[in-house]
């Protein structure tokens, strides 16, 4: 089946370590995204990938890092310097960012920072 | 940037109606999203409005209109599955940048 994974659905880190999110997509989209969802807000952008090896900030790229290496992989890294990082975290994929395309969005991976 | 506003929270009864509605502010609108979200889980696609009008989709409809900035969803006969999270998202071009930015989603409860 196609569709967009993300593991773990729940994580746990220590204060002041790094942690990596990974979303795979094998929709053969083009652009990926990352989210942040706050309770009572809404989603966030983090970054952004219109094709591979090509990345753009979002709103609140602060103490987060991205790759786009491969087409089918966006993983996401929550660094030490993000102040706030608990949050539930989304992945999404449309066919082309520049088309009429709905974001198809993964399960989600809500990190807990101890 | 953009200012999305929506309910924060509606109620309503089992097999009744339902409008949720969505103001928004911006610069190169090139489309409106309604998405649905079940409590812990992945919003999912309901609806694409980016000319004036009314799109219907089953129970689901979804109306817009560009000069006032303002969209509406409508939910009819209303399911107790119904009840989720509904966001709205409007997509914003800058130079030739495509991104959706959200409204804070407004939570569906619907009684028996």
């Known amino acids: 089946d196609g569709g967009i994974t993300q593991s773990p659905k729940y994580l746990f880190r220590k204060e002041g370590q790094n942690v990596t999110l990974s979303c795979e997509q094998n929709l053969n989209h083009d652009a990926m995204y990352w989210y942040r969802q706050d309770p009572g807000q809404g989603l966030r952008l983090i970054y952004y990938s219109q094709i591979v090896n090509d990345f753009q900030k979002g709103d609140i790229a602060e103490g987060y890092s991205v790759s786009r290496e491969k087409k089918e992989s966006f993983p996401l890294t929550v660094t030490s310097a993000q102040k706030n990082p608990t949050a539930f975290y989304l992945c999404a994929s449309s066919p082309q960012a520049g088309e009429n395309n709905e974001q198809f969005f993964g399960p989600g991976t809500r990190l807990t920072v101890l | 940037g953009q200012n999305i506003d929506q309910p924060t929270e509606m109620t309503a009864t089992e097999g009744a109606i339902v409008q949720i509605n969505c103001t928004y502010q911006?610069?190169?609108?090139?489309?409106l999203f309604w998405y649905q979200q079940h409590a812990g889980e992945a919003p999912t696609f309901l609806s694409y409005?980016?000319?004036?009008g009314l799109e219907e989709k089953g129970r689901f409809s979804s109306f817009l209109s560009r000069s006032k900035g303002y969209s509406y969803l409508l939910l009819k006969e209303l399911q107790m599955k119904d009840s989720a999270s509904y966001l709205c998202?409007?997509?914003?071009?800058?130079?030739?940048?495509?991104?959706?930015?959200f409204g804070a989603g407004t939570t569906v409860t619907v009684r028996a």
């Open positions: 409005n980016v000319l004036d």
């Open positions: 911006t610069s190169g609108f090139n489309g």
């Open positions: 998202a409007v997509r914003d071009v800058r130079s030739n940048d495509y991104k959706l930015s």
